[in-house]
């Protein structure tokens, strides 16, 4: 459950990152409002993004796709009703399951040591043969 947690703190900040952002597009590319009584002297043209970056869409986009990520790991917390008994039994279910997997694992280790002793044996038999071989043809070259 933690890792969700992580997860969901993580998704979290990177939504209030959005929001920066798109709040620091919009100080860049507005103009500055005229208050009444309040004489303000300095540039009243904002930078203006190129007309090909559309950062109103992109952060919409960014922001409601993090939110609905969101969304969905806050979902997938385990809810109150999720009682002690429902989690006993989970935990009784993935016990099992382990331990079946865990007998799966052993006949598999003593399979492939079976094998590995066979395997060995022929490269015993290979190597004497070879031995043998190189021997016999040493003796016939004297």
Do not use: W
Request: hydrophobic share 35%; charged share 20%.
């Amino acid at each position: 459950m933690a890792d969700r947690l992580t997860q969901l703190q993580d998704t979290v900040n990177q939504q209030a990152e959005h929001f920066c952002n798109a709040i620091g597009i919009i100080q860049q590319t507005s103009f500055p409002s005229k208050f009444p009584n309040f004489d303000r002297t300095g540039s009243q043209t904002p930078l203006q993004a190129t007309p090909q970056e559309d950062y109103a869409q992109l952060f919409a986009q960014l922001i409601s796709r993090c939110a609905k990520d969101i969304d969905t790991l806050i979902e997938s917390l385990p809810n109150e009703d999720s009682s002690t008994e429902l989690q006993h039994q989970s935990l009784r279910r993935l016990e099992i399951e382990n331990q079946e997997c865990a007998k799966r694992l052993d006949e598999i280790v003593q399979n492939g040591d079976v094998l590995l002793g066979k395997i060995q044996i022929a490269l015993e038999d290979i190597a004497q043969a070879q031995l043998e071989m190189h021997i016999t043809s040493t003796n016939n070259v004297f």
